[in-house]
């Protein structure tokens, strides 16, 4: 059974930090990608950043480029969103994907303040 939980979420100041977490079973992880993305209240899902399969390469959504840092650590099957600089239009729930398998997580809330 493909599980993803993420963790790490929660209220910050704008300008603070936050480290997403995402510990993901039940599928091989080291073979996918991961992605994470984000749902403002009352708008749709969007794109926030994704990684290959090695960590080599990442992508990310041009509005959280230079301050969204994603990661993997592959023996831990567990992948990470590094959010600095953080902004009230950060405010969103965040969900840790594996796209191939088209499976979501639970989604963790985090919200900034202005």
């Known amino acids: 059974q493909v599980r993803l939980v993420e963790s790490g979420g929660g209220m910050v100041q704008s300008g603070g930090s936050l480290r997403l977490s995402c510990s993901a079973s039940?599928?091989?992880?080291?073979?996918?990608?991961m992605n994470w993305y984000r749902q403002p209240s009352g708008k749709e899902r969007e794109f926030v950043a994704a990684?290959?399969?090695?960590?080599?390469?990442?992508n990310y959504a041009h509005n959280v480029r230079g301050r969204f840092t994603i990661s993997r650590d592959n023996a831990k099957n567990q992948v990470y969103l590094q959010m600095n600089d953080l902004k009230p239009d950060d405010t969103a729930v965040y969900f840790c994907?594996?796209?191939?398998?088209?499976?979501w997580g639970q989604g963790i809330q985090v919200t900034v303040s202005s």
């Open positions: 990684i290959t399969g090695t960590g080599q390469y990442g």
């Open positions: 994907v594996a796209p191939t398998i088209n499976s």
């Open positions: 039940g599928f091989r992880f080291s073979d996918n990608i």
